[in-house]
């Protein structure tokens, strides 16, 4: 009872972590990519089910499966987008479940460690440093990919299932996998050598299995590359930024291999990538050299070895497809510690596998498994928290970010800043005002657009004793350039502005917004935000912008998550 108990809190308690930060952070507003997603579904909503707008190409991948679950969510939860995250998580611990399944399958290991190794792995997989991906619904491709290909690999230990079932069912992940996102194409040669290992039919009857599986391989990348697009020059330029700068590119994939231990900088996380993979080649050299008279433990390792190879396979396609992007600032994004984090995850169950066996060898064999075992425990103890912390903080810098995303989104119709909706919202900003407008009319975008300038359909009532901050001045530049500035704060969230709206009032006493900024600073803490050193905002104009019956100006703080506006303390003279 006691075992089932540590087992269930050791999953448990990782999961509920990372939910309640996705649901703390969650902005319900489609980002970026998504809007290449919700354009599709505008064509299957009006037109029906089409294969080929479902298959079409995004950027490398084909993501079939995940559009159609996204398309399925959309219709039942108009569009919003948390379900998306939800359904992220739901794959992630999928995707524990799995590796649960292959330790019980392939680990010989202790009642008190299992727990603990439990534990050490679900705390990688539900790590907040890849809460760009939790946070972003259409990453779904991230997690249902991984899912998939650990899938394969808990079905092909299963000792339940019948040779032909386990071929059947991983084939299905496989295709599943390829569809959701271009890595998912590694997951036919990482799951097979286990598939292979296992066969216990006669030489002919093996020959079938391999060349049906080669088969279905073949026909499922004709339908991939048909009609595929190669990358444009400039992408191919970017490639070729790996030949330019080899040492940088060594470093960004070094540094990839290590964000699960990075802190932040880069040098952490490229030292932390070469020992984890020093270690890691290490312990499956060793392995495979022990493992060439013992079929039983060659079958068992060389599935957490083809773990590994996933990462490090992915992680040399992300240095060659994105370092490019970043040469002068080679630090990969956070959201690629979903993909390192399997490398560690590989470690500790090669480790497991090697324990008995090193600890029985010679002198320089139980130093290669105490240097393993004290480098994951320091990173877990010393390095991990930081990064946990770092994590969590990085997913509130996107909870702003998704704030100004929705604010920007919501002017689309009366005052649309065409540099902020590319900045914050897509680049595609040529089609992002229908796309946005047919998403309201079906009551997606919730608050809804704004359809008037006028200041009274939006204007909030204050609570009693709320201050949501001053309007301090207003500069002239020079000629008929003004700047207005002051501070806002949004007393009920205990945050920042999302956007903050200028308007002049007319002789009648009404109020006209003609300009919106979003705030410059989210400096200070909770305590200081009310501060005026804190929430600065600055809004440039012109004179222009002002028709000749202006009377004054004042300022408004916008709330995206409510549609309303809260008047700021002072007006100034036009």
């Known amino acids: ?32 990519d998504g809007w ?20 079409s190409q995004n950027v490398e991948s084909r993501p079939f499966f995940p559009r159609i679950v996204i398309f399925a969510l959309s219709l039942i939860t108009h569009s919003d987008v948390r379900y998306e ?13 799995g590796l649960y399944r292959i330790m019980r399958s392939t680990l010989d290991i202790q009642r008190g460690w299992f727990p603990v190794i439990l534990l050490a792995v679900n705390a990688l997989l539900f790590s ?61 040669f990482l799951i097979f050598p286990v598939l292979l290992l296992r066969m216990k039919s006669t030489m002919g009857r093996k020959v079938i299995i391999v060349s049906c599986w080669a088969a279905a391989f ?38 990839i291999m290590g964000l699960p231990f990075s802190l932040g900088y880069l040098a952490a996380a490229a030292a932390a990538g070469l020992f984890i993979l020093f270690m890691w080649t290490s312990l499956s050299a060793h392995l495979l050299w022990t493992a060439r008279r013992d079929a039983a ?12 190879s996933y990462t490090i396979i992915t992680g040399l396609m992300t240095t060659l497809g994105r370092f490019g992007f970043s040469v002068d600032t080679p630090f990969p994004l956070p959201r690629y510690t979903t993909f390192s984090s399997y490398l560690i995850i590989s470690l500790i169950g090669l480790m497991a596998l090697s324990a008995r066996d090193l600890g029985r060898g010679r002198y320089i064999k139980k130093l290669l498994l105490r240097a393993s075992v004290c480098f994951v425990c320091i990173g877990y103890i010393f390095l991990f928290p930081a990064t946990f912390t770092y994590g969590i903080k990085m997913m509130g810098i996107e909870r702003v970010s998704r704030l100004k995303s929705k604010a920007c989104l919501s002017f689309i119709n009366v005052m649309p800043d065409t540099d902020a909706l590319a900045t914050e919202v897509s680049l595609a900003t040529g089609t992002l005002a229908g796309l946005a407008n047919f998403a309201d009319n079906l009551g997606y975008i919730n608050p809804p657009l704004i359809k008037s300038r006028m200041m009274s359909a939006l204007s909030g009532i204050k609570r009693q004793g709320s201050d949501y901050g001053d309007f301090n001045n207003l500069e002239k530049v020079d000629g008929d350039t003004y700047i207005a500035w002051g501070w806002s704060h949004l007393p009920e969230r205990n945050e920042p502005a999302d956007l903050i709206i200028l308007a002049y009032e007319n002789r009648a006493n ?9 705030m410059t600073t989210c400096e200070g803490d909770a305590k200081k935000r009310r501060k005026e050193s804190a929430n600065i905002w600055k809004a440039p104009f012109s004179k222009k912008d002002l028709p000749g019956d202006a009377v004054r100006i004042s300022a408004w703080a916008y709330n995206a998550l409510t549609g309303k506006a809260y008047w700021l303390n002072n007006y100034s003279v036009s």
């Open 218 to 255: 073949l026909c499922t990348m004709a339908v991939y590359f048909y009609k595929y697009v190669t990358p444009s020059i400039e992408f191919a330029a970017r490639y070729a930024a790996v030949l330019v700068y080899p040492g940088k590119a060594i470093t960004y994939f070094l540094t």
């Open 36 to 55: 290449d997603y919700f354009e599709i579904f505008k064509k299957l909503y009006e037109t029906g089910f089409n294969f080929s707008d479902l298959l």
């Open 510 to 518: 009404e109020s006209i917004m003609f300009k919106t900024t979003l």
């Open 297 to 308: 433990l060659l079958y068992r390792a060389v599935g957490w070895i083809m773990i590994g």
């Open 128 to 188: 907040p440093a890849q809460g760009y991906n939790v946070l972003t619904g259409h990453q779904i491709v991230v997690f249902m990919h991984i899912a998939c290909i650990i899938g394969c690999f808990a079905v092909a230990y299963s000792q339940r299932l019948k040779e032909l079932e386990k071929h059947l069912i991983c084939l299905a992940l496989c295709v599943i996998s390829t569809f959701s996102m271009a890595g998912g194409i590694l997951s036919w």
């Open 85 to 97: 995250m939800a359904f992220s998580i739901f794959l992630i611990c999928l995707t524990s479940f």
């Open 1 to 32: 009872m006691a075992k089932r108990s540590a087992l269930f809190l050791s999953a448990f308690i990782p999961a509920c972590i990372l939910a309640f930060l996705a649901y703390r952070y969650s902005v319900n507003v489609i980002y970026w």
